[in-house]
């Protein structure tokens, strides 16, 4: 079974930095698709980064691009995000999913349509 659990978030200042981890259970990070993405109230889920199981490149919005940085580490089957210069509007609940279809992860798009989600965990930031 598929299995993902976000941990890491929490309140931090605007200009702070908070690392997200994302330990999977039941499959390799290596051989899936993995995304992040977060949800703030009242609006739509917004893909903040993944990173491509064809060539392992990493994808990011104009949104968090040189701030957010995504990772993994095979050997713990966990994956990171990184969030540099927070600010308020990055408030939300975070969120990582798994897919093994590769176009979940694309330089054109990530999409919203992956399989497996974990239970997220909230992010704010105060200004």
């Known amino acids: 079974e598929v299995q993902l659990v976000e941990s890491g978030g929490g309140l931090v200042q605007a200009g702070g930095s908070l690392r997200l981890s994302c330990a999977a259970s039941?499959?390799?990070?290596?051989?899936?698709?993995i995304g992040w993405f977060r949800q703030a109230p009242g609006k739509v889920r917004e893909g903040v980064s993944c990173?491509?199981?064809?060539?392992?490149?990493?994808i990011y919005p104009d949104s968090v691009k040189g701030r957010f940085i995504m990772s993994s580490d095979n050997a713990k089957n966990t994956v990171y995000l990184q969030m540099n210069s927070l600010e308020p509007e990055d408030t939300a609940v975070y969120y990582c999913?798994?897919?093994?279809?590769?176009?979940?992860?694309?330089?054109?798009?990530?999409?919203?349509?992956?399989?497996?989600w974990g239970q997220g965990t909230q992010v704010t930031v105060s200004s």
């Open positions: 999913a798994a897919d093994r279809e590769p176009r979940m992860c694309t330089s054109a798009i990530i999409s919203p349509y992956f399989g497996s």
């Open positions: 039941g499959f390799s990070v290596e051989d899936y698709v």
């Open positions: 990173i491509s199981s064809s060539d392992g490149r990493t």
